[in-house]
């Protein structure tokens, strides 16, 4: 039976590279997949899914406005699907987490989501807001922070390695670095605004 899953992580903890594995286990058994990665992810060249360990491959690319549902449908008309693989989910628009999820419950392909679930400042993204309500299965990849601890936040950094704490926050091509909650001090850089009283 199809379903929607939702792999997410830090920075550098191998989504990209469990794409390509997935990818992979599918091809190996002569079934096809479908790979898409978004436009605005041109850190390894438009179109291209690639992992820090040196795999990659072409991927379909998707802008903010495409209709993933029937582009699917229409790949699935032509040769049969196995699988739909997504690069970079945070990426997605609602509504196109919203078509990923048609493409399961009425196409019966598995959807597999590789993505972050938040920002530099530890604020989610729309698609990954969504991705992380509506997927059947959320699986966390796990990395480690300097400090030892498990990451799950990831810290944006200048050329000089110093901290970013403004900024939009779709920001490609800077520096991040993968932090536990402590170290990445959510009260100082969060758009929530708080301050443990000084009595405390």
Do not use: H
């Given at each position: 039976m199809a379903k929607f899953y939702f792999y997410y992580a830090a920075m550098n903890a191998g989504k990209s590279t469990n794409l390509l594995q997935s990818a992979h286990n599918y091809e190996e058994r002569y079934m096809k997949t479908?790979?898409?990665?978004?436009?605005?992810?041109d850190r390894y060249g438009v179109g291209k899914v690639a992992s820090r360990i040196g795999l990659d491959r072409e991927a379909e690319i998707f802008e903010g406005e495409d209709d993933l549902y029937v582009w699917t449908a229409h790949e699935h008309q032509r040769e049969k699907l196995s699988c739909v693989l997504v690069d970079e989910a945070q990426f997605l628009s609602p509504k196109q987490v919203l078509q990923l999820t048609l493409i399961v419950d009425k196409l019966k392909i598995p959807v597999l989501?590789?993505?972050?679930?938040?920002?530099?400042?530890?604020?989610?993204?729309?698609?990954?807001?969504?991705?992380?309500?509506?997927?059947?299965?959320?699986?966390?990849?796990?990395?480690?922070?300097?400090?030892?601890?498990?990451?799950?936040?990831?810290?944006?950094?200048?050329?000089?390695g110093n901290r970013v704490t403004e900024g939009?926050?779709?920001?490609?091509?800077?520096?991040?670095e993968a932090q536990a909650r402590d170290i990445f001090e959510l009260d100082k850089v969060s758009p929530i605004d708080y301050k443990i009283p000084e009595a405390n």
């Open positions: 479908i790979i898409f990665t978004p436009k605005l992810d989501c590789y993505g972050l679930r938040t920002d530099f400042r530890g604020e989610p993204f729309p698609g990954s807001v969504y991705l992380m309500a509506w997927a059947d299965e959320l699986v966390e990849l796990k990395t480690i922070c300097k400090s030892g601890k498990k990451a799950t936040f990831n810290a944006r950094l200048d050329e000089d939009d926050q779709v920001s490609i091509g800077l520096n991040y």
